[in-house]
């Protein structure tokens, strides 16, 4: 039976519980992330703001299961990530991520390299083919599908990795810095898309960005961290409704929301 009713939406989708991580041991110990509580729910955008090397890539490396933590739980769609030292499958393979690089293998052409998620899943070639060309045509990529990443603008690698993190059809994607080296107006564009794309599949979204006004315009909630080790000083309630349009973000309310989230940023209030 499909549980799609309210209940099961507002069930927490992802749950930090007391998350910590040291690198290292003794003298040389790096204390990455000081103790992380922190619950969402399904289809929720929020973001990580701190300042630089504050533990946030770790965070998010924490939750696709990549680093194991060093106390505390986390929980992926009801799963918990580790389980008697071992990573449960169940909760990494909803979880798609994305880097500030586009990280495309240059010996594939672009939709081989949307397409590759599907076939480290053994999904047959025809079905990968259909499903990568889709998803070059949702984002902008129609008609550079044969090409190889080299011919590609540094805005259109994004899109393509974009692409391959959508195309397993994730629940949870995890977003570090993605349009970080961007210019400001290919950064708006594909922050639009980004949003709309997150809304109607309802995706569970965690962004890691420098940006206030990027993390005010697309998340529900801001989650502002202290310098290392990581600590969450404050969740900040993002109260603009949707679909949001770049208007949003002349509007003075919005304005004054950067204000708040700076100071908070800066620990003073
Ligand atoms: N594998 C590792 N071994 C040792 N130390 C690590 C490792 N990974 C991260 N660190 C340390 O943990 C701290 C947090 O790093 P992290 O990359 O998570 O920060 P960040 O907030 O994402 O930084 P930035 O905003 O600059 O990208 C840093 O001091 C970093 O040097």
Request: proline share 5%.
């Amino acid at each position: 039976m499909k549980m799609d009713n309210a209940a099961d939406i507002r069930a927490a989708d992802i749950r930090l519980a007391g998350v910590g991580k040291t690198f290292g041991q003794g003298e040389h110990a790096v204390r990455a992330i000081g103790d992380a509580t922190l619950d969402m729910q399904r289809g929720d955008f929020i973001s990580l703001l701190g300042p630089s090397g504050c533990g946030k890539t770790t965070l998010l490396r924490i939750i696709a299961g990549l680093e194991r933590p060093s106390e505390g739980e986390i929980v992926v769609r009801g799963h918990p990530v580790w389980e008697g030292g071992k990573r449960s499958a169940e909760a990494t393979r909803p979880v798609s991520m994305m880097f500030q690089e586009a990280r495309l293998f240059p010996w594939f052409t672009v939709a081989e390299n949307v397409a590759l998620p599907l076939r480290l899943r053994g999904v047959r070639k025809a079905e990968r083919e259909a499903r990568a060309h889709a998803l070059c045509e949702t984002v902008g990529l129609k008609g550079f599908e044969r090409m190889r990443p080299s011919s590609l603008s540094g805005g259109m690698r994004q899109r393509a990795s974009l692409a391959r993190a959508l195309i397993t059809e994730p629940q949870v994607l995890l977003l570090d810095e993605p349009f970080g080296a961007l210019d400001a107006m290919t950064r708006d564009t594909l922050n639009m898309e980004l949003m709309s794309v997150c809304a109607q599949a309802q995706v569970t979204t965690i962004l890691v960005t420098h940006s206030i006004t990027e993390a005010a315009f697309l998340s529900d909630r801001v989650v502002v961290l202290a310098a290392r080790p990581a600590r969450i000083t404050e969740v900040i309630e993002m109260p603009f409704e949707r679909p949001r349009t770049l208007d949003l973000q002349r509007n003075p309310e919005f304005q004054d929301m950067l204000v708040r989230l700076r100071a908070s940023l800066t620990g003073g209030h």
